[in-house]
């Protein structure tokens, strides 16, 4: 099952994990759609002065997934303790499943639901699990990464988010339709909200694509923009 920042387990998970590295001081960022999720989440809830749950249309740009990918310079054994760790602290409610190399399925039993949620958590412990991109792009993507305060009913969460030209030129790298889908909410979401979301730093995106050999890509930035404006 896939889910979005609106499904308080999914919600729930990502705080913990987030937690959890917070606590420990690791030097992570949020990729991926979730880390897209929490962009829009980000900026929609500041503009609209209210929650996740509170937030309007927040159902409609938001793509459901089923993980949460993070990158990280931490290495295996942190990652080993990281998982003992929160199964050891949340039991019985947290059971940590093994899946394939750096990636692990978080089960958690949702209090008043008959189903738990399963959550996959893939992470990387440096630029060589990094597909698509070069060692320049991991390292931006850390030191750039900013701390967002996601609000829910009676919570908040602390995550370190990859900025969105670091989310943008990862994306384009791949340009699957789900990849489209997060690149255009995103901007959407940036240009309605102008004042909370700022503007996308076309340059760095280009920079970014350039050194790994795909600057082509940057066109297919130029053809979602230009659907943007047209709306």
Known sequence: MNYTLQNRGYFDVLKMVADDFNQEGVN???????????RISDISCRAQKTTIPGTNNLEHVLRPTNDLDITSDADEEFFTGFFNRIQALNHPNVVVLDERPRSKKIVMSIKGKKDPIGVFVNYQTGPQDFSGLDTGFYSDCLETATDLILPYRGSK????????E?????????SDP????????LLRTMKTYRQFGGRLDENVVKAHLERAGKGYMVGRLAEIKAQITKE
Request: hydrophobic share 40%; net charge positive; charged share 15%.
């Open 28 to 38: 992570y960022a949020l990729v991926g759609g979730t880390g897209i999720q929490s």
């Open 157 to 164: 969460a602390q995550i370190r988010v990859a900025t969105p």
């Open 166 to 174: 670091c989310l943008v030129a990862s994306k384009l790298t791949r």
């Open 178 to 185: 789900k990849d489209i889908f997060d690149i255009s909410t």
